[in-house]
C-alpha cells in the first residue's frame, strides 16, 4: 500500500495550491481517504475527507468554505483545493487511508486510518 502527497509549496496569503494524494496497491471501495495537517509543535489534527464509494466529505470547521476534497477514481487519486490561504495554514500535510467500519463513521481521528503517506509541505507566507 502506497499513499503518495504531492503539491505542496510555498505561497503567499490569498494564494491557492492543490494537493494530490495518489493511491496504490488498496482496493477503497470500502474507504475513506483524509488529510490531516501537522504545524511544528502541535499535534496532527484533521482537516478533510471523503468517502471513496458513494458520497460524503466532512471538513475541520478551520477549513470549511476555503478548502475541497475531492476525488479522480480512474486515477486512484484525491485532491485537496486550497483557497486563501493564510499562514495559519502552515503546516506538513499528510493523507491517509481509513476503513470504514460503519455507516455512518466520521473517520475524523489520527487512529482511524490505518494507512498514511509521507507528506508534503505547506508553506504559507505573510
Known amino acids: 500500500v502506497q499513499l503518495q502527497a504531492s503539491g505542496g509549496g510555498l505561497v503567499q496569503a490569498g494564494g491557492s495550491l492543490r494537493l494530490s494524494c495518489a493511491v496504490s496497491?488498496?482496493?477503497?471501495?470500502?474507504?475513506?481517504i483524509g488529510w490531516f495537517r501537522q504545524a511544528p509543535g502541535k499535534e496532527r489534527e484533521f482537516v478533510a475527507s471523503?468517502?471513496?464509494?458513494?458520497?460524503?466529505?466532512m471538513y475541520a470547521s478551520s477549513v470549511k468554505g476555503r478548502f475541497t476534497i475531492s476525488r479522480d477514481k480512474a486515477k486512484n487519486t484525491v485532491y485537496l483545493q486550497m483557497n486563501s490561504l493564510n499562514p495559519a495554514d502552515t503546516a506538513v500535510y499528510y493523507c491517509?487511508?481509513?476503513?470504514?467500519?460503519?455507516?455512518?463513521?466520521?473517520?475524523?481521528?489520527?487512529?482511524?486510518?490505518?494507512?498514511w503517506g509521507q507528506g508534503t509541505q505547506v508553506t504559507v507566507s505573510s
Open positions: 496497491g488498496l482496493s477503497l471501495d470500502d474507504y475513506a
Open positions: 491517509a487511508a481509513g476503513r470504514i467500519l460503519a455507516v455512518n463513521q466520521p473517520l475524523l481521528r489520527v487512529g482511524d486510518y490505518e494507512h
Open positions: 471523503i468517502r471513496w464509494s458513494g458520497s460524503g466529505s
